[in-house]
């Protein structure tokens, strides 16, 4: 195995001018979601990934860990308390070094079982020397079929796309993101130009410069950061926000562009969307309107329906302005880069409104 990760490194280094060949279908992420942290798990990460749990485990792979760190702490005593500090009180490992562990029925098996599993960080190719090309990797995909969470931190979230390795080479990992290369610590690693040499020669590919304490979620096909940092965006373009516009560069240019929380990317279009370029869905709006608080931000709006369309009034006096409706309960104003989640109580009724920046954001 090892001989054959080493002829692959040496078929898709920085000097070769040989394309990679992979997929150019996207495997599994219209349903489910792909979630890609560049290191470190926030209190916000955590209770979005619990949000899938539904009393089941998390299925955690430590995988990416040395055999010493194993063998350490073989009961993962410490990997169950960090979790327990993020909220997360029951996880399932899930390992092996075997690959054909990895292609057997009772390990997949946990797989099948589950809504949610999390990749931890360290080398990515002991991932992917252990599961890729397995039944493993087929679980996953499928999990992501049915609209499950696939999760990484750092090497955990390198093995789902391209990745670079530490001798600046391409090696391909699970494909659930072709044609993207990811790129963790981006900032806190000061990565930057790193990679500038190949984005400039091979414009096909994207690439995803994930900062520590910020993730990237894909669902549907759509990216979103969430996170205090930044996503670094290597399209061959540049995005201007002010403007909302971009250029085309030159082919010598190392221009890449950032990413915040609450923005999200079409990486078929190559594409920031912006709220105000968003098509609404169609649904009965009469059952909005009403007075609700905030409890994210802790004030009153009135909402009414005019001409079919549902207008907010703050308490701030602001000129009334109308919201839109991604999806049931989810709506989202079109002057600025807000969100409103309505809350329902156990009848059904909405009980409450969050005001959001991301529309996967979820509170406690």
Partial sequence: MKKLWLLLALTFSFSSSDTLVVSTENLAIEEGYLML??????????????????????????????????????????????????????????HTRNRSVADSRPFVEKINQSNAIFFMGGKTLRILDSCKNTATQIALQKLLERGGLVAGVSAGSGCQANFFGNQKQLIEGFDFLPKTVVMNHFLKRDKSFTYS????????????????????????????????????????????????????????????????????????????????????????LKEYSGSYYSVTNNYKVDLNVVKDTLYLKNNWGWKPYPIFPMEKNLFYATNRPTWFRFKRDRLGNIAWLEKVKSPLAQIP
């Fill in 37 to 94: 942290l560049g290191g470190g798990i926030t209190n916000e990460h955590a209770r979005f990934i619990k949000s899938f749990l539904q009393n089941q485990p998390l299925l955690v792979v430590p995988t990416a860990f040395s055999d010493t760190e194993i063998n350490r702490d073989k009961d993962f005593g410490k990997l169950r308390n960090r979790f327990k500090t993020l909220g997360i009180d029951s996880i399932q490992i899930l």
């Fill in 197 to 284: 040499t190949f984005f400039k020669n091979n414009r096909n590919y994207l690439g995803l410069g994930i900062d520590d304490n910020t993730a990237i979620v894909f669902h549907k096909g759509i990216g979103e950061v969430l996170g205090s940092s930044y996503v670094a965006i290597y399209d061959g373009k540049y995005y201007s926000r002010s403007t909302d516009s971009k250029v085309v560069l030159a082919k010598n240019s190392d221009r890449f562009y950032f990413l915040q929380h609450g923005d999200r990317y079409d990486p078929k279009t190559r594409s920031v969307l912006q709220n105000k370029n968003l098509k609404p869905i169609h649904i009965p």
